[in-house]
């Protein structure tokens, strides 16, 4: 009896902790939101920033049976926070690597901007209104 009451008391307020601790997540930890696009690093952009709809993407993907792992490799550390390989392929070879990975899904689903909708995908307004909402 007395080992079930420690044990009680015990479970509880890791419970709690568990409880308290995902709802004090980041939004961004639980798939939320828009997220700019981090990878590669450009130092000189030369268009507008992609500000990624990823909660529509997470909807998008789950309604297909698809997972996080379909963008994000598992790895012994955990899961990445990049896009797919992305991080495995050369720095000048990036670019071209996202564009390939955002699109060919796009062409698949037959939704989402294909490669030649520019600015569906680099929008001054959203970069702009992000940037915004940032400060
Ligand atoms: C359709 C593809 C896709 C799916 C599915 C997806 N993600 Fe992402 N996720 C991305 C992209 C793209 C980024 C931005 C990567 C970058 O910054 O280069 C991202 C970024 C993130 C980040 C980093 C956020 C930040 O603030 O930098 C986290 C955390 C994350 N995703 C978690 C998840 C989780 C959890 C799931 C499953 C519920 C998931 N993602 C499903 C594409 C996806
Ligand atoms: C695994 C599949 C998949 C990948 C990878 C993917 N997308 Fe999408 N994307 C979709 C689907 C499906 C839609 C249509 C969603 C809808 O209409 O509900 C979409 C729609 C979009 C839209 C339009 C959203 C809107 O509001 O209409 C943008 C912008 C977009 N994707 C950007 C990206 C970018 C940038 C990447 C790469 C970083 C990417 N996507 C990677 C599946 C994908
Ligand atoms: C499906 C979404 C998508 C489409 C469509 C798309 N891009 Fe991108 N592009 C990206 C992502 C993601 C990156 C990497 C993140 C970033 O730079 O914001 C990128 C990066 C770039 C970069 C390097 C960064 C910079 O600003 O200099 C250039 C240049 C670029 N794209 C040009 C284009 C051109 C031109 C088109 C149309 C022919 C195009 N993109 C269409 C998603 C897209």
């Known amino acids: ?15 709690l902790l568990l409880f308290c601790g995902l709802a004090l997540m980041p939004a961004a930890a639980t798939g939320g939101e828009l997220f700019p696009v ?3 690093k450009i130092s000189k952009p030369e268009m507008p920033k992609v500000i990624f709809p990823h909660d529509k993407h997470v909807d998008a993907v789950e309604a297909k049976n698809g997972d ?5 490799n598992m790895t012994d550390a955990g899961m990445s926070e990049t896009l797919k390989d992305v991080t495995s392929v050369a720095a000048n070879k ?7 990975a955002c699109t060919d899904c796009h062409v698949k689903a037959g939704k989402g901007p294909r490669l030649v909708d520019c600015r ?7 970069a702009s209104e992000f940037a915004g909402k940032k400060k």
């Open 38 to 40: 981090t990878t590669p």
């Open 120 to 126: 569906v995908c680099h929008n001054e307004r959203t």
């Open 68 to 72: 996080c792992s379909t963008c994000h």
């Open 1 to 15: 009896m007395r080992e079930k009451i420690i044990r009680f008391s015990t479970t509880l307020p890791c419970l």
């Open 94 to 100: 990036q670019v071209k690597y996202m564009h390939a």
